[in-house]
């Protein structure tokens, strides 16, 4: 069964960057579209980033426009979230998602990967 798997989670000062990567393991499957998630304890999930494959187009928001980037090495079948200037508000796991072809919304998820930044 085809799943995500993400890495490159940590403890970080503020300030700092991390590169999350997230790739597919136990197979293959098309999607429209690549997402980072995150999730802060007692706060709902919201949507980091994302990147549409056909128009290339991302989207970020608010508090991280500027800071992440997300990318994708088609060759190494990865995608990746770059983050820089990092604070404590980002604190959180963060999740690795896929909006397989013919869904209206993300429906494929990983099992997320902690992201701590300390002041």
């Known amino acids: 069964q085809v799943r995500l798997v993400e890495s490159g989670g940590g403890l970080v000062q503020s300030g700092d960057s991390l590169r999350l990567s997230c790739t597919a393991s136990?197979?293959?499957?098309?999607?429209?579209?690549m997402g980072w998630f995150r999730q802060a304890p007692g706060k709902e999930r919201e949507l980091v980033a994302q990147l549409v494959w056909s128009s290339g187009s991302t989207y970020y928001r608010d508090s991280v426009k500027g800071r992440f980037t997300v990318s994708r090495d088609n060759a190494k079948n990865m995608v990746y979230l770059q983050m820089n200037s990092l604070k404590p508000e980002d604190t959180a796991v963060y999740y690795c998602a896929a909006r397989r072809v013919g869904e209206s919304w993300f429906d494929l998820w990983g099992q997320g990967t902690q992201v701590t930044v300390s002041s």
């Open positions: 136990g197979g293959t499957f098309a999607s429209s579209a």
